[in-house]
């Protein structure tokens, strides 16, 4: 008889079942009977809220929990590989960006990975066993829709990371045939159908609205909103992507406007239902975008990991966000973990729709105050990025390096008129930090043996906003633009910046890039848009402010390159998928691998 071992986790209980995680669970653990869980609507509880805990990519795919998941850096590594930052701590290099962001994703893989067959398989037991517990009709047919919602989420992470990968919606029993304990790969399409089939069939059973105290879990919007991404990206794999290894990897483009229909029309039953809105309580621009992600369960939520204040390492579901990525203060005298590039700040128009791209050529000419250099930016520029002269806790940041004397010369020791030459910030950093998510009133000097995962901002997954540029999207590419256009000006408008005239696919992806800043999209975009040869293949920039002491203005230079010329970022044509790598191939023969590794 099977047996399993319980545990606490987060004030619930929790069930961890050892398990093969190529193939099925080949070693259970002899503490509670298989009939005991089976039987027990806490431990059945238990069972299904283990299997959250092991979607690891749930916090914006970080690879596990606490050292590996999000109450240390790993849910920023999916940020630092794409065009948004870079890690400025450069002494210490912690995160997997700095090998595979330059061209070093090869055939053993390590980015980003879940080969999430371990948590399937226990999804797939609790959808047999469930029908067969003393729950009532109602609950049971309640939780079996949960479980296929996050098996259907399991699939999504996977096909998005390997393409085409085996399709299994059984337990696997060691007696079963040898070709289903090494299934061969499902085709991409065949993928990505089954999970768009999957959210069909369980909508009605979720609840339109999920109770106070199942906060975290899925409603029926929350599964449309899986819909609403999965289909968008195969209509865009369809559309740009090539296919090979007789559709393993790749969706034929006769399909492409199937997709993006589907993502049309599930973005749609979200808009149109009522129960979201954009997040506009605040009438300062700024302040109303740094609150979406600071005010709990606002109208913009849909669906999210959520977080308490309590220490992740001492039983708590707090994460890292504040430590890492606030200015200084900071208890290691640190902060400012990931610097963002100047391209990104550019990225954000000036209020009235203008490009906010900057002559830099001009901006190093003469002398500037950092009113004149940001001027009339977009308000979510200065919601999502800190520089020079950021409001924080009462002051200002200061990332000056250096003092221009009167005679031009630049000072770099001592100090002019009291003032020291450099500022108290990162000033080697891109000088660019990252705003979002921050809780000015975090504590970020307690971070002292391991206190930093005290941070209480839930994690966004899905939110309106993106709902809302899903469906701008899948319009423009199936030929709706006034659709699309509307829905895009909805976002600027609450934005706080000029409406536009008319859509085009790069302001629609422009869009993108501004409003899910660091939300973990970005990478996976330019991915899905086949742009990311050329995207994340280009040397990235930071800036500098010299402090003239004459003035109180700055002198501004550039800096190009910033990675380094032994760190030019590249990413290769076979990077568009991730390796199966040669661990699981060697598991399981019957895996091919994707093209381009050898």
């Not at 007789?246 to 589907?262: D, E, H, L, R, T």
């Not at 995962?453 to 899948?474: H, K």
Request: proline content about 4%.
């Amino acid at each position: 008889m099977k047996k399993y071992k319980l545990i606490i986790l987060l004030f619930s209980f929790s069930l961890l079942n050892s398990c093969n995680k190529e193939i099925l669970d080949k070693a259970p653990l002899d503490i509670i009977s298989d009939a005991s869980v089976w039987g027990d609507k806490a431990l059945i509880d238990a069972y299904l809220t283990n299997c959250y805990y092991e979607m690891y990519f749930l916090a914006n795919e970080s690879t596990g929990a606490v050292w590996g998941g999000d109450a240390f850096y790993a849910e920023f590594e999916v940020n630092e590989v794409s065009d948004e930052c870079v890690v400025n701590w450069r002494d210490w290099q912690p995160s997997s960006a700095f090998k595979y962001k330059y061209g070093n994703l090869k055939v053993n893989g390590g980015l980003l990975e879940f080969w999430g067959y371990g948590v399937i398989r226990k999804i797939n037991e609790f959808i047999e066993r469930v029908p067969t517990s003393p729950l009532s009709p109602d609950v049971i047919k309640a939780k079996v829709a949960e479980a296929r919602f996050l098996r259907a989420f399991c699939y999504f992470a996977m096909v998005k990371r390997y393409g085409g990968v085996p399709l299994i919606t059984k337990a696997q029993q060691t007696s079963d045939p040898k070709e289903e304990l090494y299934p061969a790969r499902d085709k991409e399409e065949a993928i990505y159908d089954f999970i768009l089939s999957e959210i069909n069939a369980i909508t009605s059973d979720l609840p339109e609205v999920v109770a106070a105290n199942d906060l975290g879990k899925p409603s029926k919007y929350a599964a449309l909103a899986l819909k609403s991404q999965a289909a968008l990206y195969a209509g865009s794999i369809a559309q740009f992507g090539t296919v090979q290894l007789n559709g393993i990897v790749g969706i034929p483009a006769a399909k492409a406007n199937v997709y993006y229909q589907a993502a049309y029309d599930a973005s749609k039953i979200i808009m149109t239902s009522g129960k979201y809105a954009l997040y506009n309580n605040d009438a300062d621009k700024v302040l109303n975008f740094k609150n979406i992600f600071l005010v709990k369960n606002n109208s913009e939520v849909i669906f999210a990991k959520l977080h308490d204040n309590v220490n992740a390492f001492n039983g708590g579901n707090g994460w890292s966000v504040d430590f890492f990525q606030c200015p200084r203060p900071h208890a290691w005298g640190r902060g400012n973990y990931d610097g963002a590039y100047l391209e990104l700040a550019e990225a954000f128009e000036h209020k009235d729709g203008t490009p906010g791209t900057l002559d830099r050529n001009a901006i190093q000419q003469g002398l500037w105050t950092i009113d004149e250099l940001w001027a009339n930016k977009d308000p979510r520029f200065f919601a999502t990025l800190y520089t020079q002269g950021t409001a924080w806790k009462g002051d200002k940041l200061d990332f000056h390096k250096g003092i221009r004397l009167a005679n031009g010369t630049i000072q770099t020791e001592g100090s002019v008129n009291g003032i020291l030459p450099n500022g108290n910030q990162d000033y080697d950093g891109t000088c660019i930090g990252i705003m979002k998510y921050l809780d000015e009133t975090h504590d970020n000097m307690a971070g002292a043996n391991s206190g930093w995962p005290t941070s209480a901002q839930d994690w966004q997954i899905f939110r309106y906003a993106g709902i809302l540029l899903n469906y701008a999207e899948a319009a423009f590419e199936l030929g709706k633009s006034a659709d699309a256009l509307d829905a895009i000006n909805q976002i600027r408008n609450r934005a706080g910046i000029a409406a536009l005239g008319s859509v085009t696919r790069e302001k629609i992806h422009n869009e993108r890039r501004v409003e899910l800043a660091f939300e973990g999209q970005r990478y996976w975009d330019l991915r899905r848009w086949r742009t990311a040869v050329t995207e994340l293949s280009k040397p990235w920039s930071g800036i500098r402010y010299i402090y003239d002491v004459q003035t109180g203005k700055y002198q501004i230079k550039v800096v190009p390159n910033f990675d380094g010329t032994s760190n030019i970022p590249q990413f290769r044509p076979e990077n568009y998928y991730f390796p199966i790598t040669l661990a699981r191939t060697g598991n399981n023969p019957n895996l091919v691998e994707n093209p381009g590794y050898n």
